[in-house]
């Protein structure tokens, strides 16, 4: 396995995949022409031009394992990035987060306003699902059914919606470390994890290596966001094209918060190893995830 | 055609299914025990209990039509209702109509909080779709994938959000009959297409009958919004369950405000006649949808 951070491969990966996300996005988002434009604009704003994109690139990648044509691989990473735009639209709202900077830009309510966002947002789930369902997506029709129940069960009210109010409610609370996991896990890793369960959904892969690819996908997740947490706690806006410290401020429970950022890197560390670990039964193939886990807590951005 | 305002039969069946709908909302919306309780709460409290559950019941209607059971209509049936809950949560926000009543009682964030409704009004419009897809739904996946499809097609940028952004851009404008119709169409109409339509799909009914079915909705749509808007300019709180006069005083353009109560409800009741023209080939089947068509322009709240 490795773990180098800087990892040219994947480095070179995560470009190509995040070009053919921006195609598609950009191929599935026209711009309309009445009165309803702004409000395409305002969707086009908060998903194309930004973002890592590892949510697509889990989909493409675990799609390439299990043999998928990158045209269907594509869409669903679309997609995907479409539902987490949508989330980030709505979790800077003022009634929110309230945050004015995303992606080194203002957010979307800043550069439109809130009833835009809101609508935008609310367009870009719709759109999300809806490309899901459509036929150029798979040839099988039970494939797509999966995807958009897969998705569903991600972002609602028991996946990442449910994350973000447990979040709300627990403002200025002292969590204990299981709690915050769960939390996490609703909010982000759920996500996380049905981003690469859809590529072996897209191959109709057998029921035992989907549930590899899961587990890899949530323990990756779990590592993704504490050390999201750590780089809100230790990194700049500049290099975050977010703001930073906001966590503390706003007194929100983290991994870092209640552990502090050095335990908090071994337990994020020791979770990307536990995520590769799952991967042993796919051999090389699996080499970029491989790395992507060892990237995801070695990132400075 | 029975064009009787009060119709006994007709409000026996719009009772049969409202209380169909309100069980299986029930059903789908199981409360959660962890803290994102507040979350279900919020759902359920904007989706239960209220609303004449016109869309639910054209769904219902329509699928008895074409001989579906009556199982796999009530969950179509509650996903296009948690649908339309969604849009009101949302359309009732401060940033959006800062509207205070709701069928009768507090909106959702003044019963609640305004974080809590977007996220509420987000996680019913996710679960609307995840209901679609699941397998309990239709036995087709097909048909499963094309009611998914045509819902997002139906409420996303090009449907019911696209057309709330026109009536927010537009707000204090002047605008012509041409451009309130497109308008309505779009903000209202094409969901209660949708939801005459979702019967058909339910029922692998052939093209020419689905078209028939879909043009019902559309002119039966754009009825049925003119009719709300000679009651927004007429009614009364107390009769509505809703603010009254709301148009007028956040200078909205509608048929009553340009063209005035009288040929507004001469047009409404136009467009319900042409309605019901799209039915004749359906015989004493289509006799409930003829009914409600009529019913739509004569009600007084």
Redesign the interface.
Known sequence: MNLAPENTTLRAALDDAASIIESELDALLPL?E???R???EA?RYSVLGGGKRMRGFLVIETARMFSVNITCAARVAASVEMLHA?SLV?DD?P??DNDDLRRGKPSCHKAF????A??A???L???A???????DTHS???A???L??A???A????GM??????D???EGQTLEPPMIT??QA?KTGRLIQYSAEAGAILGRAPGPLRHLIAAYGRDLGAAFQIADDILDAEGSEATLGKTAGKDAAQGKATMVSVMGVQRARMHAGHLAQQAATYLDSFGEKADLLRALAAFTVARRS
Chains 1, 2 share one sequence.
Request: hydrophobic share 45%; glycine share 10%.
């Open positions: 309309a009445g009165e309803e702004r409000l395409v969707m949508y709505h709202l009634a929110m306003d809130e009833a835009t809101i609508l947002g609310d367009a789930q719709t759109r699902f809806e490309v899901l369902a459509e036929p099988d029709p039970e797509r059914c999966e958009v129940a998705l569903g069960a972002s609602g009210a028991r919606a449910g994350g973000q109010m447990i709300m409610v627990s769960r939390l609703l």
